[in-house]
């Protein structure tokens, strides 16, 4: 593996629990976080980095960040080349400092190199990105002509703006006279929010551009990963909004430490699945196909209307990717009937009757209701027991919009959370009990997920995890496509032994388990004729033959 990234320590996949990070961030906020934290350990004095121009928005600029503020408002990515003597005047500057630069592969092998020299030895910290090509700023002046926005007009300029993964977005200054459309995410072209008018194109068309303006000296490196750094970033696809991140040295074991970080060890074969198509690019080259492709398009790209490059880059993005948290958010979205089906189930209110039966949640109890839906388990866990405080967290803008209304009306005391991530923006041992009732199987990442339910739950708290019998996917599928039920969406039901490894884990102790519904639907009689065999069958068949697993679990 080493030949093809360079020596490490281990590999992680890492996120900012700071939602302001988070959120200004293009993977992750690995490198902003660190930078913070190695400011405030007093490992650097300052950090070199790129920010957009305050002056003429859609220009970068190298300078020195000594606050927080300063780091902060530098961050997010800058694809454009930028020259290395810019960074080198900075730290020529600022000798007495003890200095952090970001940059690339080229930039941080030249400074390896001139380091050997005696030089610049005030540079204590070098944060490499992954870097597969750069391109020239006449990239980024095709794009604002694309738009047709003059540049008096640009108010910002971002090269991964919008929701993760994000892409080319300009904001402009022009008020606009008629009303706004109103977008969750900025949809591909021109649109207007706020009665602004703004130009957005996603990640995708990168890709494009990159084949179109790619430099010489790009198709001769060989280093992906910024073998040379202290510790290498790069975005951790289908993580939602995190960064893969290597270690190289001591220094960058050390940033590893930061508490405002969480993490995940991945082996190499991960690694190899986010990234693979690049590594190959650099250590093995490129097939002749692409390179005919890439001969193509840096021929003919400028004069091909991008109309007809959108279908492509949209098919290439969904190919490349398994589904993501933002997947299942979207589902849920477009799902119109969730209540109506529901309401009339009899499995479906199972999930929260045999949940309580099962919890020892007490009076007064702050609960995360992860996932919530419409609403339908806070409800009913909220008639059971007096003064429960709720937060309801969940991936669907709908769904949390109906929750909102649902609760309120009901006069429970609750507040609503819209998150994309994998990771919680909530402080560690936080709730008194969690629930998470059919979730798990739709998670790209249940492990970590389990995780962050047990970090959140303070010592000897209750989570409570409920999820389906992979026996029963089968019937779930053709429930969906006879239209008995709405569709599952983006899925994966787990084993019975792959959840408890999960929940062990995560540290968590399971203090009860069942597996209940052997008869799903049906006139009342049946129903009640399927509750009594569970009770006969509880402990031996009912653990095969359920429709719905149920851990009720204890923080350690």
């Known amino acids: 593996m080493e030949k093809y990234i360079g020596s490490y320590k281990n590999i992680y996949v890492c ?40 002056e003429k928005p859609w220009k970068y600029e190298v300078t020195l960040a000594k606050t927080e503020k300063d780091i902060i408002s530098s961050a997010g990515s800058k694809y454009t080349i930028i020259p290395l003597n810019e960074f080198l005047k900075i ?9 952090a630069m970001v940059g690339l592969p080229c930039h941080i092998t030249a400074i390896r190199q001139l380091q050997k020299k005696g030089l610049y030895k005030n540079i204590k910290l070098l944060i490499g990105l992954f870097c597969g090509y750069n391109m020239p700023f006449k990239a980024t002046e095709f794009l604002i002509k694309k738009s047709k926005i003059k540049h008096y007009q640009i108010k910002t300029l971002e090269y991964r703006g919008n929701d993760y993964p994000g892409g080319f977005l300009i904001k402009t200054k022009q ?22 008018k703004h130009y957005f194109l996603p990640k995708g068309y990168y890709d494009f551009l990159n084949l179109m303006f790619v430099p010489k000296g790009c198709l001769r490196c060989k280093d992906y990963t910024s073998e040379l750094a202290d510790i290498s970033v790069g975005d951790a696809w289908n993580w939602d909004n995190s960064s893969v991140v290597i270690p190289r040295t001591e220094l960058g074991n050390m940033l590893m430490k930061n508490p405002l970080i969480t993490n995940k060890k991945i082996d190499e ?41 959108s279908p492509i ?97 009901k006069g429970i005391n ?3 959370k819209l998150i994309r991530t994998t990771w919680f923006p909530i402080k560690d041992n936080t709730f008194d009990n969690v629930l998470c009732f059919e979730t798990v199987e739709h998670l790209p990442h249940p492990e970590i997920t389990v995780k962050e339910l047990a970090r959140v739950t303070k010592p000897n708290g209750e989570v409570i995890i409920t999820m389906p019998n992979t026996l029963w996917e089968f019937i779930h599928w053709v429930a969906a496509v006879t239209g ?73």
């Open 15 to 54: 996120q900012s629990k700071d939602e302001k990070i988070l959120k200004k961030s293009s993977s992750g906020g690995f490198v902003t976080s660190s930078l913070i934290y190695a400011l405030k350990n007093k490992i650097i004095d300052a950090a070199i980095v790129v920010s957009m121009n305050k």
């Open 91 to 99: 730290a020529n500057n600022n000798q007495k400092l003890k200095l």
């Open 175 to 196: 008020k606009m006279k008629f009303l706004p459309k109103k977008y969750q995410q900025y949809p591909e072209g021109h649109t207007t929010i706020s009665n602004q």
């Open 269 to 309: 074969k991960e690694l190899y699945r986010m990234h693979w198509h690049n590594i190959k690019h650099k250590k093995i080259g490129d097939s002749l196909t692409l390179k005919a492709i890439m001969l193509f398009i840096k021929t003919f790209g400028r004069i091909i209307p991008f109309r007809l490059i």
């Open 313 to 409: 880059i949209k098919r290439r993005t969904k190919i490349k990717r398994r589904w993501s948290l933002k997947d299942v958010g979207e589902h849920w979205d477009r799902t119109n009937d969730y209540d109506d089906v529901n309401k009339g189930t009899y499995s479906y209110f199972r999930r929260f009757t045999d949940g309580y039966k099962l919890s020892d949640i007490r009076d007064n109890a702050y609960v995360l209701d992860y996932c919530a839906r419409t609403g339908n388990g806070t409800s009913y866990f909220a008639g059971k027991k007096k003064n429960l405080k709720f937060v309801c967290m969940d991936v669907s803008e709908k769904m949390q919009k109906i929750a909102n209304d649902v609760l309120k009306k």
């Open 414 to 416: 609750f507040k609503t």
């Open 484 to 556: 008995i039920h709405h569709s599952e969406g983006p899925h994966l039901f787990i084993s019975r032994k792959k959840m408890i490894e999960y929940i062990k884990n995560a540290g968590l102790r399971i203090k009860k388990e069942e597996t209940t519904v052997l008869i799903a639907f049906g006139p009342r009689f049946i129903t009640k004729f399927g509750e009594f065999f569970e009770k006969i069958f509880k402990n031996n068949l009912m653990q095969y033959l359920g429709l719905r697993r149920i851990f009720v679990c204890e923080k350690i």
